[in-house]
Each structure stands twice: as structure tokens, then as C-alpha cells.
């Protein structure tokens, strides 16, 4: 998902990427950020980014496929994309933090998740 708050050309909202069209779509308009910021225990990089990528996964999903140890390849794969965004955020010249920190169940009802997604990880990014 992608929260933006303060992106040229992009209308503030809450986005969900879209599988089978491959493209980000807004799914909640308005600026969010501050729910979101409310949920990661009020942290200053959440609230002032001017946008953020959340990261949530249906665990179920890849348990079905692979049992328990299906659980390590969510959060693998969690970290491996936040990776990829925090280096090309490098790149860009931007600042980005991975976030940890923050209520499961705020963050799901600020972020409007589905009872079967669960909330990983949280990246700020903006203007350093």
C-alpha cells in the first residue's frame, strides 16, 4: 500500500496495488498520514513523509503452501522489498526509514486492512 501525504502528481490517499492490472489504485482519498503516524506510537518520520509504504500480507496464503516456515518467507520477503525501496530511495536522493514500531490493530483500522491481511512494515520516505 502507499499512503501519500505530499507527492507531485499525486493525489493524497491511501493506494492499493492492484495485481491483475498492475497498478496502483486509490482506495481511501485524503491525507492519512496522520492516522497512520497515530498507529507507529506518534513517530515524527511517519507523520511528516510525504508518503509511505506499508507493507501487509495475507499469511495464510503462503502458509497453505509452504506450513509454519511459510511464516520466515512473509517476513523475508517483507524485508527484501523494503530493502529495494530504501536503496532506490537512496538513489533519488530521498530519505526512507524502515518502521517496526507500531500497533497491529491501529494500523489495521487506519489503513482500512482486510481481517485476513496483517500489517508488516512501514517506510517513510521524503525529503531529507
Known amino acids: 500500500m502507499l499512503i501519500v501525504g505530499n507527492v507531485v502528481g499525486a493525489a493524497p490517499g491511501i493506494y492499493r496495488y492492484d495485481l491483475g492490472v498492475h497498478e496502483l489504485r486509490l482506495a481511501l482519498p485524503g491525507d492519512h498520514r496522520a492516522h497512520v503516524a497515530a498507529a507507529a506510537l506518534e513517530q515524527d518520520c511517519v507523520r511528516n513523509a510525504a508518503a509511505i ?27 527484501h522489498a523494503a530493502q529495494n525501496v530504501l536503496l532506490q530511495a537512496a538513489s533519488l536522493g530521498l530519505g526512507a526509514v524502515p518502521v517496526g514500531a507500531f500497533s497491529d490493530v491501529k494500523l489495521k483500522s487506519a489503513l482500512k486492512l482486510r481481517a485476513n491481511e496483517e500489517p508488516l512494515y512501514l517506510v517513510p520516505v521524503g525529503r531529507p
Open 53 to 79: 509504504l506499508a507493507f501487509a500480507a495475507v499469511p495464510q496464503r503462503t502458509t497453505e503452501k509452504y506450513g509454519e516456515r511459510g511464516l520466515r518467507y512473509v517476513d523475508i520477503e517483507a524485508g
